[in-house]
């Protein structure tokens, strides 16, 4: 059965510069991310994964061939449309946390509410409601200061659950943390995925993390080289069946 396809680039490069100075960042890419899956994507400094995640998250636009998200060409999209987007169905994982340093772990959580202009009262349910799915509701009032590196990216992910987003983009989440906060936050990200069917794309270069992936998109010198699903890993969770055009505009 085919599954609904969440990111799709057909013929995707991102090129910079021209004659003998030409980099193919990205070169004819083809891929899909299907919604529920949790998907890797690998390989060394210069493969063009860093590339791929800002084309995924729209925050930048191929040189050439289309990228559809749901089965919208963001290509025909313009600056303020894409930012929409991303406010709307993308939720962003970074390495370095990101949160701000002076407010609680709820605030942080609640802040991308605010700039969809959510009322209060809601605002603080959803947060909470979103610390909870990570475990962090007897933390929702330390600030970051008080609260370990794999508590602050528990932070980071509630922040980025809030909105509901179609996908959860993550940059090098375990980056920071050491081996045993590294296990907590890949165990979060697979019970998510399973239980709440939330569909994930992680770029990594850490081969480790590979183990707790549905499959790996393996990049070298711009080109997908490799995208398999490990035989070890299975998938099954309740997939949220929203079209795109359901979702509310502000």
Same mark, same amino acid.
């Given at each position: 059965?085919?599954?609904?396809?969440?990111?799709?680039?057909?013929?995707?490069?991102?090129?910079?510069?021209?004659?003998?100075?030409?980099?193919?960042?990205?070169?004819?890419?083809?891929?899909?991310?299907?919604?529920?899956?949790?998907? @890797?994507?690998?390989?060394? $400094?210069?493969?063009?994964?860093?590339? &791929?995640?800002?084309l995924i !998250?729209? #925050? *930048?636009? /191929?040189?050439?061939?289309?990228?559809?998200?749901?089965?919208?060409?963001?290509?025909?999209?313009?600056?303020?449309?894409?930012?929409?987007?991303?406010?709307?169905?993308?939720?962003?994982?970074?390495?370095?946390?990101?949160?701000?340093?002076?407010?609680?772990?709820?605030?942080?959580?609640?802040?991308?509410?605010?700039?969809?202009?959510?009322?209060?009262?809601?605002?603080?349910?959803?947060?909470?409601?979103?610390?909870?799915?990570?475990?962090?509701?007897?933390?929702?009032?330390h600030t970051?200061?008080?609260?370990?590196?794999?508590?602050?990216?528990?932070?980071?992910? @509630?922040?980025?659950?809030? $909105?509901?987003?179609?996908?959860?983009? &993550?940059?090098?989440?375990? !980056?920071? #943390? *050491?081996? /045993?906060?590294?296990?907590?936050?890949?165990?979060?990200?697979?019970?998510?995925?399973?239980?709440?069917?939330?569909?994930?794309?992680?770029?990594?270069?850490?081969?480790?993390?590979?183990?707790?992936?549905?499959?790996?998109?393996?990049?070298?010198?711009?080109?997908?080289?490799?995208?398999?699903?490990?035989?070890?890993?299975?998938?099954?969770?309740?997939?949220?069946?929203r079209p795109?055009?359901?979702?509310?505009?502000?």
């Amino acid at each position: 059965m085919t599954t609904f396809a969440v990111v799709e680039f057909k013929g995707v490069s991102k090129i910079y510069g021209a004659g003998d100075t030409e980099v193919r960042a990205l070169d004819g890419v083809d891929m899909r991310i299907h919604r529920g899956e949790f998907v @890797a994507i690998m390989g060394s $400094s210069g493969s063009g994964k860093s590339t &791929a995640m800002n084309l995924i !998250g729209c #925050l *930048d636009l /191929p040189t050439l061939g289309a990228y559809e998200f749901r089965g919208v060409n963001v290509c025909e999209l313009d600056a303020d449309q894409r930012a929409l987007l991303r406010r709307m169905y993308i939720g962003f994982v970074f390495q370095g946390f990101n949160l701000l340093a002076r407010t609680s772990a709820v605030e942080n959580v609640e802040l991308p509410l605010v700039y969809r202009r959510v009322p209060a009262r809601e605002r603080r349910e959803r947060a909470m409601e979103s610390l909870r799915a990570v475990g962090l509701e007897n933390r929702a009032h330390h600030t970051p200061s008080e609260l370990s590196g794999g508590q602050q990216q528990r932070v980071a992910i @509630a922040r980025a659950l809030v $909105s509901d987003p179609s996908l959860l983009l &993550a940059d090098e989440p375990t !980056g920071n #943390l *050491d081996s /045993p906060r590294k296990r907590e936050i890949m165990e979060l990200l697979v019970r998510l995925n399973e239980e709440r069917g939330i569909t994930i794309a992680m770029v990594t270069h850490e081969p480790d993390m590979s183990v707790y992936v549905s499959r790996v998109a393996m990049f070298k010198d711009g080109k997908l080289v490799g995208d398999d699903a490990p035989e070890h890993v299975t998938f099954a969770g309740p997939l949220s069946t929203r079209p795109l055009s359901s979702r509310q505009s502000s």
